[in-house]
């Protein structure tokens, strides 16, 4: 982590976030006409989100606005290096945010939804190839992979999992004559939990009280961690030719 980053966690970066909060809707649009003079009006299927802009006018308008945000919330701060900083990572907030907002039922419209059954929260692309039987909502996922905190490799095997997912699965296909059946979806790495939500609810009571197990574990860590130290290369050298010479002793004594 760059040590300019470091200083806008915090209060700092709540306040230059709430300043850019109210920048209207017309600078940031003033803004990405200067940045993006030829980039078109090409909006993604999020159009007629908050700004009406593209994702992509909104990136490559918040240079600009978040320089003007940060001198205004925290004149004292401001340098053009730090408020580059801020803008690359509220960039990465909201690519991550939009990246993980797919269309909904009800986005798609009536026609839609009649169509294949939908609930309006149902992000599911039926018809196409890979599209899941049921209804779904969009699932929430820890930016964490799985593979990042495995260290059995097993992981591995869906390297680009998240670490945790979860969402919301209904299955109404025919309902009229096999009901309609909710479920949640609780995903860990390459392992999937298909809960009612009352066993769902469970599952989150004993995730409420294993994270503060968990934050004692990990602040003890540190604690602990005090006195950790790098061996020495060397001595570590001659202790692999010690434990060498010693297995051909044995070998060459068992011939
Ligand atoms: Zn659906």
Redesign the pocket.
Known sequence: MSNIRQPLYGEAAVQVRDQLATSTAEDIRQHADQQTPDAGREHTEHQGDDLGLSLAEVLAALPAVADHAMKTALPERYTPELAAEFAQTMAGILREQQQERPVT?AQRGPEWMAK????GF?V?R?GTSGAMEC?STAPVETTLKAAEVDCSGYSENGESLPWMTAQVIVNNDKAQAYGRETKVWLGYGVHLAELPPAEARRALDALRGFTVRLAAVVDFAEQVAADDFAGDPEIAAADREAEARRVRAITEGTR
């Open positions: 039922a294949w059954g939908c609930p149902c599911e039926h209804h």
